[in-house]
């Protein structure tokens, strides 16, 4: 447990108990920072409720000092065993709203609910590392039969609230869809390419082309490896094309062996897991997301943001953040051969990545801003709140 304020008594502001798989580098887990970071301090207390760990480290991007941060540890096995921690947990702290992410902690409404929490909000942010697609009927039956414990459910794109709606079978009226926003302060443009800590490419004249994820199936890094190997033989200068792969997890070897096996070492920076994303944004040309599933991409807002063209696959809810031919391209998932021309087309035209990163960053402007999503989040959880029939 990591405890930097107090979800005790003596304070009155209302208290939000975020309760996810595991608070760490990821996407989800950077949805939730953002949330509690700009939501106004004077109106929710927040708590960070974690089934396996908070990582210290990505504990730190909390910038508020009233928030708790709890890990369960959870051990292997069905999160029944952990029903009555919660429920004490959630008596002891009163919370006025318990707030689950994804199916991992979808069942933790069950103690919420029988411990008096009358707010209980459910947000799916994207598919299962082993339901990419959100077809596997057993876990739409799952999220069917502890729907009853849930009061209101948050989709993060448009194709998860069709998945809840028609194949899960959660009534319209009780799905929102909110999705995420970007800190466009924090993620912006660069007059110039930058150079960051450790980087291998100071060659004005390279190419870089970048992504930052956790290295894991799901998000393919390897089919970018072998796009750009393909990339590199094809293109009229491939000698300009670099590669940037931030983040760390389970396949870092198998995309090692990938780089090695497709020729490319010399070309590529394998960069770890970065806390430094927005410097990371401004020292690449293209971004490139080759994901197998997607819900709604941070890292995708965070590189329009940052003015980049982005490459991503069709998949989830990229088409929702991309336009094709405006901001970027979309090509098929596990296919590195139209990956390679997408980047092409960008690697070898600096007026086109131009052109289109600049409409990516607008397009974050108008429509995915932070204040947006806070405010939506707000008054979700503020209509939660009020007495049966007050408007």
């Avoid at 409404?109 to 959100?134: C, K, L, M, Q």
């Avoid at 948050?154 to 809840?164: F, N, P, R, T």
């Avoid at 033989?233 to 491939?238: E, L």
């Avoid at 087309?345 to 402007?365: F, I, M, N």
Wanted: charged share 20%; aromatic share 6%.
């Amino acid at each position: 447990m990591i405890v930097r304020g107090s979800v005790g008594k003596g304070d009155e502001r209302p208290l939000v108990m975020h309760v996810l798989y595991s608070f760490d580098v990821g996407g989800l887990e950077n949805g939730v920072v953002n949330l509690i970071n700009h939501m106004a301090y004077d109106r929710f207390r927040h708590a960070v409720v974690a089934i396996a760990q908070c990582a210290p480290s990505f504990c730190q991007r909390v910038r508020r000092t009233d928030v708790e941060f709890i890990s369960l540890h959870k051990p292997p096995g069905h999160g029944v065993k952990l029903y009555p921690r919660l429920y004490r947990l959630f008596r002891q702290t009163r919370p006025a709203i318990v707030h689950t992410r994804n199916l991992a902690a979808l069942e933790f409404a069950v103690p919420a609910a029988f411990a008096g929490v009358r707010a209980r909000v459910h947000g799916e942010h994207g598919w299962d590392t082993s339901d990419p697609g959100g077809t596997r009927r057993k876990y739409q039956l799952l999220r069917r039969a502890y729907s009853p414990f849930v009061n209101r459910y948050v989709a993060l794109s448009g194709q998860i609230e069709s998945y809840l709606t028609d194949r899960v079978g959660i009534a319209r009226g009780r799905v929102e869809r909110i999705c995420n926003g970007v800190d466009t302060q924090r993620f912006r443009p660069a007059v110039q390419r930058a150079s960051i800590a450790g980087s291998p490419f100071a060659d004005p004249a390279a190419v870089v082309i970048g992504t930052v994820g956790r290295l894991q199936t799901v998000k393919d890094q390897v089919s970018l490896v072998r796009a750009v190997a393909i990339a590199r033989k094809q293109g009229v200068d491939g000698s300009a094309l670099r590669l940037l792969i931030a983040g760390d997890g389970p396949q870092r070897a198998e995309v090692a062996s990938e780089i090695r096996a497709a020729g490319i070492a010399d070309i590529t920076w394998l960069a770890g897991e970065r806390s430094d994303v927005p410097e990371v944004m401004r020292a690449i040309d293209v971004f490139a997301l080759p994901s197998r599933a997607e819900g709604i991409s941070n890292t995708i807002l965070e590189a329009m943001a940052s003015g980049l063209p982005v490459v991503a696959t069709y998949v989830g809810g990229n088409a929702e953040l991309v336009v094709e031919g405006e901001t970027g391209a979309l090509v098929p998932a596990e296919n590195p051969d139209a990956m390679a021309q997408a980047l092409l087309r960008y690697t070898s035209d600096a007026a086109l990545r131009q052109r289109h990163g600049a409409s990516g960053r607008q397009r974050v402007e108008q429509n995915f801003s932070i204040d947006n999503m806070v405010t939506r989040y707000t008054q979700l959880y503020e209509s939660l709140l009020r007495p049966t029939g007050a408007r």
